[in-house]
């Protein structure tokens, strides 16, 4: 089981496999204050993540973070 999730500290008290960090709650792939083409790339940046974590193996609860170096705020 895997989460892509703002609240990453709760997916891993409920030993998620996969955690990745997503940008926030209502809006955890994205940032729809951000430019069309922005916000693209951050959506890219955090599924790409996620499909790493899929092909990683792990032993237990593991945090994955996207790469994510602009967001809105």
Excluded: W, Y
């Excluded at 892509?4 to 030993?15: D, V």
């Excluded at 709650?25 to 916000?39: F, Q, R, T, V």
């Amino acid at each position: 089981m895997g989460f892509i999730t703002a609240m990453s500290s709760m997916a891993i008290q409920l030993k998620a496999n996969r955690v990745v960090t997503g940008t926030k709650i209502p809006h955890p792939c994205g940032d729809p204050n951000l430019s069309a083409e922005a916000d693209r790339a951050l959506r890219r940046t955090i599924m790409n993540c996620a499909l790493a974590s899929l092909q990683t193996d792990v032993k237990g609860p593991t945090m994955f973070s996207p790469d994510v170096t602009f967001t809105s705020g």
